[in-house]
């Protein structure tokens, strides 16, 4: 797999809710020295992902999202890429036009239905990505029938992409290394194991009502969703894999995730996060990494 150390490192080329770009230096200090193939099943961003390639640490990955308008965008970065960043180009220049956005790439986007995520759709790749750098805080959120509905975020002149980092996104995502799945999370660690590594990102638990966004799918991610979760991390355990989350410090992650707190296979992170039980709706909070092995000789 390309990526090594003196390449400039690799960027996720959407901003994802719940991005871990603030969190990658502590999530990495958490990882194994080793380990065979690389899952991360909540992909989103994938700011992970891109960091341990940049750091030439993956040999070979699975990544996965349920979310269908995402992986089709990877598999467009993947093997269409001329031709998306062409689209691309042509949707910069509406880049700070609102009535373009609501009246043209809203709707063109809500109108191309996709059945699998795997389509290759090359318009629906670069209308995401359009919509992602141009509206409200690069959300994805669609309604009851499954349209996109995040309004305009009044930025100036954002750029859609960086030529040069999307290229490396497309070969670090090369078929002879990485197979890229539109599937349930636990679809995808079915293929894990023993000595393979699995990085668990899920939608988070809130630490209250209405702290945290969870609607990224039109299924949310319920307390229901975490118990599960929390089974599905257990049993890679017992089979041998190597197992990591991020979460919220929430009581239910907390009380889920007791044993392996309790042994110390965890840290606390601070991340700067949109909380609307704060005043001004920003404010610093622990986050937990966790994880089932023993800590790596340098931490
Ligand atoms: C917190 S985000 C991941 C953020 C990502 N690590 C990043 O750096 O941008 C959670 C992701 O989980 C996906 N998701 C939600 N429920 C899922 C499920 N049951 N199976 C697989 N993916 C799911 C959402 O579509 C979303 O992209």
């Known amino acids: 797999m390309p990526g090594n150390s003196s390449s400039p ?10 991005g871990k ?21 909540f992909l989103g961003g994938g700011a992970l992902f891109f960091r341990l390639v940049s750091m030439g640490k993956v040999r070979r990955a699975i990544l996965s999202d349920l979310n269908r308008d995402l992986i089709n965008c990877y598999v467009v970065v993947r093997d269409e ?13 509406y880049v700070g036009a609102k009535d373009f956005f609501y009246e043209v790439a809203r709707p063109s986007f809500n109108k191309i239905r996709l059945k699998n995520g795997l389509e290759k759709n090359v318009e629906k790749a670069a209308l995401l990505i359009y919509l992602n750098k141009t509206c409200f805080n690069g959300l994805y959120r669609v309604n009851s029938k499954g349209e996109f509905n995040v309004p305009w975020g009044r930025y100036d002149s954002p750029s859609l992409f960086d030529e040069a980092n999307l290229r490396a996104v497309s070969r670090a995502l090369d078929q ?61 355990d017992g089979r041998g894999c190597k197992v990591v989350m991020s979460n919220s410090s929430s009581p239910l992650v907390e009380g889920l995730y007791r044993d392996y707190i309790s042994r110390g296979q965890f840290r606390v992170a601070m991340a700067a996060r949109a909380i609307s039980c704060l005043g001004d709706g920003r404010g610093r909070i622990p986050e937990y990494i966790i994880f089932n092995y023993p800590m790596p000789r340098n931490q």
């Open 9 to 18: 490192p690799i960027y996720p080329f959407l901003k994802w809710a719940g």
């Open 21 to 41: 770009s603030q969190l990658l230096d502590n999530i990495v200090g958490c990882m194994p020295e080793d380990f065979g193939t690389y899952f991360e099943p």
């Open 81 to 93: 890429l001329d031709a998306l960043i062409s689209r691309l180009e042509y949707y910069q220049k």
């Open 176 to 236: 002879r290394w990485v197979e890229i799945m539109c599937c349930d999370y636990r679809e995808a660690v079915k293929l894990a194991r023993a000595g393979d590594l699995v990085y668990f990102d899920p939608p988070y638990q809130p630490l209250s009502r209405t702290s945290s966004f969870t609607q990224y799918t039109p299924d949310s991610f319920s307390e229901e969703d975490q118990r599960a979760l929390a089974e599905a991390f257990r049993d890679l």
